[in-house]
Every structure is written in C-alpha cells, then in structure tokens.
C-alpha cells in the first residue's frame, strides 16, 4: 500500500484491509458512534457539538507540544474543561500523550508533552483530508506522518504487553528530537522527517544529542518518506519508511 494510502486508511482492521470500505463514511461514523454512545457513557458532556470542536482542534495539534490553555481558549472553555475532556479522549485510546525525555539533559527540556491521534484515518478525516492529493498538498503532512510513525511504535510496545518506553527531546536552547526509545537503559534516538530528500541537515540534532548522551546512545537515525533506507552519515542511518512500519 502506498504511503498516503496507509496515512488515509489508518489502522483499524475493516478499513485499513478491506478497501472496498468507504473512508469517509467508515471514520463518520464512528466519530458519531464514539460521540453518542461512548462519551455519553463515560461522562456528562453537555455539548456534544463543541466535543467534537475540541476532537478537531486536537487533530490540528498532532504531533505538535500540548498548549492547553491555548487550547481551551480556541474552543471556549475552561482549562480544567480541556483538561478532563483531554484525559476522556486518552481513557478512550484516541489521543497518547508523549512525554519529554529529561534524564541527564537538565532544566532545558520544554517539559509539556507532545499530543498525538492514535490513528492517522481519523486524524485525517477530522482535518478534511479526503484523498490523497489534498493530503500531498495539506501542510498537516508532515505532522501525520509523524503521528503514523509514532503510534506504530506504541502499538508494538503494546501488543507485547509492555509499558511504551517513550520520550522526545526539544530544549529551549533548539536541540529537538522527535522521538527516544528506551530499551534495556539503551537509547533510540529517532527524528521523524515527512521528505523524500534527506540530508546530512536533518541529523543536525541526532547528532547533537548523541554526542550528549554518549555511552547511553545505541543507535540514531532517521525515519522518512525515502523509497530505500541508506546510512547517511557515520553511525546515522536513513530508514525509510516501508522498512520500519509494522506491516
């Protein structure tokens, strides 16, 4: 399957296998399902329409650092409104939350996570992406492609029964790096670049943190749009993305 079809499709089982599935009637109507029975179940929410505000406002922020106050105010409510609606969407495994890695980087680390949709289908229908040549065009590209590769690695932590050993770095003095894996006290370091065409730029800050972290560091690459994986650069490799998902 083509990449902007897996991103449009997303990775539930009746329509990411089954493409004779209407997208956009499939992620409709769960939406309306997952409004009208699971929210309605699971609390109080008065305002079903501004709910559904707040799900699209947060298809906006994927993979992007929470703001919620910020947040709040684009929707008209309160933080500890955005708060708790927030922490429903998680009960709910629609949104993970990813935290900052902070161990031996210090006070620099902006410590707010990142907001990511589980599922790029649903993110995408939430933003009005409908076919691949708005998606190519759309500037969120590049943010659900990082959220598909995000949350491919959540479900395989989950589908071992195991706890998603998983931070990103960004500090206030610009070293960012979108995604660390901690296995065995080992670092990942990964950054998640939604280009075709990568360069010895993009592991400005791989590199940066690798040298940081030293001993800790067992591997640093990138994750990107390229047709073939590639080292680029010393002990930095190119993955591209058909050898990295979870098929």
Not at 4 to 9: G, N, S, Y
Not at 68 to 92: H, M, N, Y
Not at 207 to 215: M, V
Request: proline share 3%; hydrophobic share 45%; net charge neutral.
């Amino acid at each position: 399957m083509a990449l902007e079809e897996l991103i449009l499709r997303g990775f539930y089982p009746e329509i990411a296998t089954v493409l004779a599935v209407d997208r956009q009637l499939w992620c409709g109507s769960y939406i309306t399902t997952y409004l009208e029975r699971d929210i309605r179940t699971l609390t109080a929410v008065s305002d079903l329409s501004q709910f559904e505000r707040f799900l699209v406002a947060c298809a906006t922020r994927t993979g992007q650092i929470l703001n919620l106050s910020e947040l709040a105010r684009d929707i008209g409510i309160s933080v500890p409104t955005a708060k708790r609606w927030l922490s429903l969407l998680e009960t709910g495994h629609q949104v993970y939350l990813l935290y900052p890695y902070f161990q031996n980087i210090g006070k620099r680390v902006i410590k707010s996570p990142k907001l990511y949709f589980t599922d790029p289908a649903l993110c995408s229908y939430l933003l009005g992406i409908q076919d691949r040549e708005i998606l190519l065009k759309a500037p969120y590209f590049g943010n659900l492609f990082e959220t598909m590769v995000v949350c491919d690695f959540l479900k395989r932590f989950l589908h071992f029964g195991l706890r998603p050993s998983m931070y990103y770095v960004r500090s206030r003095d610009g070293l960012e790096v979108d995604l660390v894996i901690d296995l065995a006290s080992r670092l990942h370091l990964f950054e998640i670049k939604g280009a075709a065409t990568i360069t010895d730029r993009h592991a400005v800050s791989l590199k940066r943190l690798a040298d940081e972290l030293q001993s800790q560091v067992q591997s640093a690459g990138i994750i990107s749009c390229t047709a073939e994986s590639f080292r680029l650069t010393g002990e930095i490799m190119n993955y591209g993305w058909n050898d990295v998902l979870v098929s």
